[in-house]
Structures are given as C-alpha cells and as structure tokens.
C-alpha cells in the first residue's frame, strides 16, 4: 500500500463547476499537508500549505484535513479553464530536513 | 528572473552513456532537492541537501550522484545510463519548510 492515495481521474468538469480532490494516507506521522498545482511540462507549484488538521482558504481554493480519518482535500470553487492541470497532493512528517512524500495527482480539466 | 532553474531542459542520449543536470537557485534557500517523476506522474525524492551537506538519500542507485558545490546549487550526474532512468527530473529548494519550490524541470530520454 502507498503511504499517499490519490485518484489520477482524468476529472473533467464544466466552467463554473466546484471541484473536490481527495487524498488519503497511511503515515500517522504526517502533519503537513500541501496541495501543488502542476501544468503539462512545468514543474509543480504550491498552491496551499496546512498544518494539522482543520481548513484553510484562499481564495476560490479551500484546503481540508481530517487527520482522525487520515483525508485531505482540496475545493475549487467557480473553476476556471485555467484551473485544468494536476493536482498532486503531498504530506511532510516534519520535525526537522523534511522529506515530502506526493500523491500521484489528479488531472482536472475544466471545460470552457 | 527564474527561481530555480535546470539545464538542459531535454536530454536524449544512449544507453551506458554518463549525463550531468545542473541546477541553481537564486532564493536565498538552504536546502536544495532532486525529484524524479515517472511516467504516470509520481513524484518520488531522490536526494536533499542542506547547505551543502546531504540529508536525504533514498534508495537510488550507485549510479547517481549529486554534488553541492554551494548551497545554491546542486547538481546531479549520471553514470552508466539506463533505460529505466528515463524521466522527468526536478530540481526544488526550500527554507527549512516543506514549501518546495520546483525548476521546470528536465526530460531524460535513453535510447
């Protein structure tokens, strides 16, 4: 079993449509969790960083963790087509020289 | 001005052939990352070195070896290249936070 689950999709959806990616995770250790957006031949950018469980949001993105259910997700609201990429989630143990274990992301695509 | 960036941006060579990936950051960071990602997109660390000493070594092979020669660069050389070394392979840096900042990484083809 992989320490980090996530659905590769494809995941296509209308323009305007909210979007819910999921991870989930086996290491109780985990206390960090990041959602990176990542384009066709580009390398991945963070798009929101959480520490322990609870929600955050930033703009039309809203980031959960459920540390009792070992589940994260990640909530686009109005998708735009400029949203289509993967999302690859990823999670650090911390406590020191992080080493970050990814999800093998999910490819969105939002239709115009 | 690019963050991090890596040279080459492709790379195709032969079989049993050695290649080097160089890559630099211009943020400051102390701690610099090699990733590889397959195929099917995962994304799976490689090495990590803080200022220039090394502090992660997965299960890679002999074959692959980094070198920091300051802590805002790190490079990486392959010797003895394989089919199953082709990959996309990333270049990240970081402040001591798991917020990873990522090159635009480099597309590795053995023939």
């Known amino acids: 079993q992989k320490e980090v689950e996530q659905d590769p999709g494809p995941l296509s959806v209308p323009e305007g449509a909210i979007v819910s990616l999921n991870c989930t995770y086996s290491?109780?250790?985990?206390?960090?969790f990041m959602w990176y957006r990542q384009y066709s031949r580009k390398g991945p950018e963070l798009l929101m960083y959480?520490?322990?469980?609870g929600n955050k949001e930033d703009g039309r993105f809203t980031a959960q963790v459920d540390k009792s259910s070992k589940y994260i997700s990640l909530f686009i609201r109005d998708s735009q087509p400029s949203d289509s990429a993967t999302y690859l989630c990823?999670?650090?143990?911390?406590?020191?020289?992080?080493?970050?274990?990814f999800g093998t992301g999910t490819k969105l695509q939002v239709i115009p | 001005d690019t963050a991090v960036s890596q040279t080459p941006k492709y790379l195709v060579t032969q079989m049993g052939n050695d290649k080097s990936i160089k890559c630099e950051q211009n943020?400051?960071?102390?701690?610099m990352y090699w990733y590889k990602q397959d195929s099917k997109k995962f994304l799976k660390i490689m090495f990590s070195?803080?200022?220039?000493?090394?502090?992660i070594n997965e299960t890679v092979p002999n074959r692959f070896s980094p070198k920091s020669p300051d802590k805002a660069h790190l490079n990486l050389h392959i010797n003895s290249l394989e089919l199953g070394d082709s990959a996309v392979y990333f270049c990240?840096?970081?402040?001591?936070?798991?917020?990873?900042?990522f090159g635009s990484g480099t597309q590795l083809s053995v023939l």
């Open positions: 990823a999670m650090s143990a911390g406590g020191g020289y992080q080493k970050v274990t």
């Open positions: 070195y803080n200022n220039k000493e090394l502090i």
């Open positions: 990240a840096s970081s402040f001591g936070t798991e917020k990873l900042f």
């Open positions: 959480t520490y322990s469980s």
């Open positions: 290491n109780s250790a985990f206390q960090y």
């Open positions: 943020l400051g960071h102390d701690t």
